[in-house]
């Protein structure tokens, strides 16, 4: 068996990565996971410090009259469903887009910015969001969540919400988990790749603030990558929605900014992989009953309260915007937590089908922190479900022949194509 000590530089990284994650719980700490039904980090409170993975990623850039980039978009949509989209601006994962999209369950280019292409993005005369933006992804059986019952606006991408015009931005503040404070690549060991990393570098220049390109004797002690006075990040591994509050804390430690400010997160993966564990209980399994009566409302409460916080007028005075998103899972809604072998590792482990309705609450619950704040929200979920550990397997409820998997060796954090496709939502979602 190969040592940390004897493999090769990238494998070292990956191998020391590895075992401090080990170390602080990120492979097999009870009390976090990965999302939806899947293996996560280890989780965290931050009370205790342990850390625990978990997916999501994301991209954006500036939204608003005349920022960030001015591409048409192609995607068309017409009967409730979306045609293939391509933009001719500029994407966060410089100009190009990872394979697939949230719509129609089959495989388009992220678009960055361009009119809205749907009358009714809110789907209230026709179908609804799941037939507009998820046509053919989702069934009887396994359904997707209900976002209409909150009357979201939908951007013309489907790539998520737009409730606001994003303009004027003067700082990025990063917030969340591993999956926005970034983690390794076996084929990028200075994780340069990371959504965080693709997606700050698209805001700089769509925004006109400033990045410092990443240096390897200029490495902060707490954050991945070097920060400057535009973008700073607070996000943290195993992070789960009760670590929110600690997290800004850390990055508004006066209470009060003065710049016009984006905040841009990934949150709630280790709560999902937590509830995971609970819910595959071998000596005492909590019902998804259980979990919405408690566990559910009180991850979300502490979400709506980050999120009211962020935008409130008296700690942000020259205004803030806030984009987070959704809750994802590997296992392409099967709950089969045992397709990815590293799953063993975190005790993420047996089936959980029946923990997807939990999935599906704790998203409509996030959209409608977003409706009701007017805050945005990607929908990370509904894209990455069929591009898990379950692509190839056509009776999967989201397979589409071109898949392939977006989550790296650990289950539950997104590979390089994962990073570069939530980087182009995010990207999306804020330029409209």
């Known amino acids: 068996?190969?040592?940390?000590?004897?493999?090769?530089?990238r494998a070292r990284l990956f191998c020391s990565w590895a075992c401090a994650a080990a170390l602080v719980g990120g492979c097999g700490d009870d009390s976090a996971g990965e999302e939806g039904a899947s293996a996560s980090e280890g989780s965290s409170s931050s009370s205790s410090g342990e850390a625990s993975g978990e997916a999501s990623s994301a991209a954006g850039t500036t939204s608003g009259s005349g920022s960030g980039s001015a591409g048409e978009t192609a995607a068309t949509s017409s009967g409730g469903s979306t045609s293939e989209g391509t933009s001719a601006g500029t994407s966060a994962s410089d100009g190009s887009t990872s394979d697939g999209s949230t719509s129609g369950g089959s495989t388009s280019e992220a678009s960055t910015s361009g009119d809205p292409t749907t009358e009714d993005p809110t789907g209230d005369s026709g179908g609804g969001i799941a037939e507009l933006c998820f046509a053919g992804k989702f069934s009887d059986e396994v359904p997707p969540a209900d976002y209409d019952q909150f009357?979201?606006?939908i951007g013309s991408h489907c790539m998520g919400t737009d409730h606001q015009t994003i303009e004027g931005v003067e700082k990025v503040i990063f917030l969340g988990d591993s999956v926005t404070r970034g983690t390794p690549d076996l084929n990028n060991p200075i994780w340069d790749d990371a959504y965080r990393f693709v997606l700050s570098k698209a805001l700089a220049q769509a925004m006109g603030l400033e990045f410092k390109n990443f240096e390897l004797d200029d490495v902060p002690t707490k954050n991945?990558?070097?920060s400057t006075d535009d973008f700073d990040s607070c996000a943290e591994w195993g992070h789960r929605t009760d670590d929110l509050a600690g997290e800004i804390a850390e990055c508004f430690p006066k209470g009060v900014e003065l710049k016009t400010t984006l905040i841009v997160m990934t949150i709630g993966g280790n709560d999902l992989a937590a509830w995971a564990k609970a819910g595959t209980n071998m000596d005492d399994p909590k019902s998804p009953e259980e979990l919405l009566a408690k566990e559910v409302p009180e991850a979300v409460q502490y979400m709506r309260d980050a999120v009211e916080w962020l935008t409130d007028p008296n700690h942000f005075p020259n205004g803030s915007y806030v984009v987070f998103a959704n809750t994802y899972e590997y296992t392409d809604r099967t709950g089969e937590m045992g397709v990815?072998?590293?799953?063993?590792w975190q005790d993420l482990e047996g089936d959980w089908p029946e923990g997807m309705g939990v999935v599906n609450v704790f998203n409509e619950k996030f959209m409608e922190i977003a409706?009701?704040?007017?805050?945005?929200?990607?929908?990370?979920?509904?894209a990455f479900c069929g591009w898990g550990y379950k692509a190839?397997?056509?009776s999967n409820v989201c397979y589409d022949p071109a898949a392939k998997n977006l989550?790296?060796?650990t289950c539950i954090h997104p590979n390089t194509d994962g990073d570069k496709r939530i980087a182009d939502m995010f990207f999306a979602v804020i330029d409209e």
Not at 340 to 344: D, E, L, T
Not at 375 to 382: G, K, L
Request: charged share 20%; net charge negative.
């Open 1 to 9: 068996m190969m040592t940390c000590g004897s493999a090769p530089l």
């Open 151 to 153: 009357k979201p606006t």
């Open 224 to 226: 991945l990558f070097p």
């Open 340 to 344: 990815c072998q590293a799953a063993q």
């Open 371 to 382: 409706a009701e704040t007017q805050t945005d929200m990607i929908f990370m979920s509904e």
């Open 392 to 394: 190839k397997d056509p």
């Open 407 to 409: 989550f790296d060796l």
